[in-house]
Nanobody, 119 residues
Framework: QVQLVESGGGLVQPGGSLRLSCAASGSIFSINVMGWYRQAPGKERELVATITTGGSTKYGDSVKGRFTISRDNAKNTVYLQMNSLKPEDTAVYYC?????????????WGQGTQVTVSS
């Protein structure tokens, strides 16, 4: 069993910043890609950012230059630093982690954390 615990969401004014965290625990042999996705009401889930074990990153076009993804491999934790937040960034943010438990690979999702950008 693998658990993903997200934290850091909340209400912030436009132009503000938030930092999300997602810690993985449980039956983990290794972790490959870690990432964040988001889903706004009435819209499909979309890529925010991903990061490989080696540190290679990928960002959705709408967040490039404003968001930064990072990870701490020793803590099995991925972070998302969100700056210059806009109302259109309002969504539920989900952590996604590719985990190998020694027997097989698993695509794991967090429970989601709400981010609301509003004045």
């Amino acid at each position: 069993q693998v658990q993903l615990v997200e934290s850091g969401g909340g209400l912030v004014q436009p132009g503000g910043s938030l930092r999300l965290s997602c810690a993985a625990s449980g039956s983990i042999f290794s972790i490959n890609v870690m990432g964040w996705y988001r889903q706004a009401p009435g819209k499909e889930r979309e890529l925010v950012a991903t990061i490989t074990t080696g540190g290679s990153t990928k960002y959705g076009d709408s967040v490039k230059g404003r968001f930064t993804i990072s990870r701490d491999n020793a803590k099995n934790t991925v972070y998302l630093q969100m700056n210059s937040l806009k109302p259109e960034d309002t969504a539920v943010y989900y952590c996604n982690v590719d985990i190998f438990d020694g027997l097989g690979a698993h695509d794991c999702w967090g429970q989601g954390t709400q981010v609301t950008v509003s004045s």
